[in-house]
């Protein structure tokens, strides 16, 4: 059956709304501010040094009883709004949690953990691959040394007046999550995971899809990896291992991200790929891990971090370029909720023959709530 996006995000609202005013008397506000300044050291393409207001959402989440809570977040960077995570959820299981709304399907464990507890600035380039978060319905359980999460899934809010314009009908998909840590004693953790995803794409003459990543900085609109719009494309299907290890203030973090573009009868397929390895070390302190991620430690703490990341976008016919990121970074955890990063971003990038390796120096300026 066929659903408009925004009909799922009503229904939790129409949900919402049937209780008690008294039970919404007292949300959390929540927030964050990523306020960025970038520096280029170009090689051919012109790159524009300055600033970009990253992120700077304000929202509310809340308890409505002991079984219903709900969240909901609008981001107003750049002057621009829209509709982060905006869901309801069921608590009332015995084991698990119903989710129906606007949040991330669950795939990769560095797009699942919150912007606010990046060791980098941006995440690593084959993340690109992830769908973020769309409007859908999922479920999740776990326990001290495993998760499980899934979700049923349209498109995300916002893409619905273009799919109606189009005469497109809704692409609908799956995916799922599972993590488990066979090492969590004292200080030491061992995490390992495994995730997937399908969909459909959205139904109309030309059913397409296009993969594309910017090189780990959003400053510049530039990238340097595109495939351009693949045609005829039936289904995009997604795969992603990932693991991690922390050994005190020493945490180590990879994951390989792969991604197949299922094109219709008569037409070739294509799979692009990418992995990334990082580590960091934490002055004082040390990383928490929750939920499957790991989190900022604690305030006073200096951390520095190193990454590789590589994305490969060409298959057969597509062009669409290879990058390597090597990303060196700095933290330093002011206050709670207040933090400074610095990033330095070497680029080592090729596209249909051409090479681009330019230089990036990145500063964040972090506070959330």
């Known amino acids: 059956m066929r659903v408009r996006s925004y009909g799922v995000v009503a229904l939790a609202a129409i949900a919402g709304m049937a209780v008690s ?31 970009r207001l990253r992120r700077a959402r304000l929202g509310v989440s809340g308890s409505i009883d002991d079984d219903w809570s709900y969240q909901s977040e609008i981001d107003f960077a750049e002057n621009g709004v829209g509709f982060r995570d905006a869901y309801l959820r069921y608590n009332g299981l015995d084991n698990g949690a119903i989710t129906i709304g606007n949040f991330k399907v669950p ?4 797009e699942l953990t919150s912007s606010n507890h990046l060791a980098f600035i941006e995440r ?9 978060r769309r409007v859908g319905v999922g479920y999740s359980t776990g326990g001290d040394n495993f998760g499980f999460s899934t979700m049923l899934f349209g498109q995300g809010v916002g893409t619905n007046n273009d799919r109606v314009a189009e005469g497109a009908d ?38 397409t899809a296009r993969f594309r990543a910017r090189p780990e900085s959003r400053v510049t609109g530039i990238r340097l990896v595109d495939t351009g719009t693949i045609e005829n494309v039936d289904r995009i299907n997604r795969f992603g291992l990932e693991a991690g290890y922390q050994a005190g ?11 197949n573009a299922d094109r219709q009868s ?34 006073g703490s200096w951390e520095m971090a190193l990454r590789f990341s590589s994305i490969n ?11 390597d990121n090597v990303t060196l970074g700095l933290n330093y955890y002011a206050a709670p909720n207040v933090r400074f990063m610095w990033n330095y971003i070497s680029v080592d990038s090729e596209r249909a023959g051409v090479s681009e390796d330019p230089n990036i120096f990145l500063f964040r300026t972090q506070v959330s709530f």
């Open 170 to 207: 809704e692409g609908f998909g799956f995916g799922a999550r599972f993590y488990g840590t066979p090492i969590r004693t004292g200080d030491n953790v061992l995490h390992l995971g495994a995730a997937l995803t399908t969909e459909d794409t959205a139904s109309s003459e030309d059913e």
């Open 107 to 110: 795939f990769g464990m560095d």
């Open 313 to 323: 976008l060409d298959d057969a016919d597509i062009l669409g370029g290879e990058e």
């Open 266 to 299: 008569g037409f070739s397929s294509y799979d692009f790929d990418g992995y990334y390895a990082q580590a960091s070390y934490v002055f004082g302190s040390q990383r928490n891990y929750r939920g499957g991620a790991f989190r900022n430690p604690e305030p």
């Open 21 to 51: 005013v008294d039970a919404f008397a007292k949300p959390e506000p929540r927030g964050r501010i990523h306020l960025d300044y970038a520096f280029h050291d170009e090689d051919n393409v012109e790159m524009a040094d300055g600033h």
């Open 249 to 259: 203030p020493l945490t180590l973090q990879g994951e390989y991200l792969s991604v």
């Open 124 to 132: 690593s380039l084959p993340t690109s691959f992830a769908q973020s």
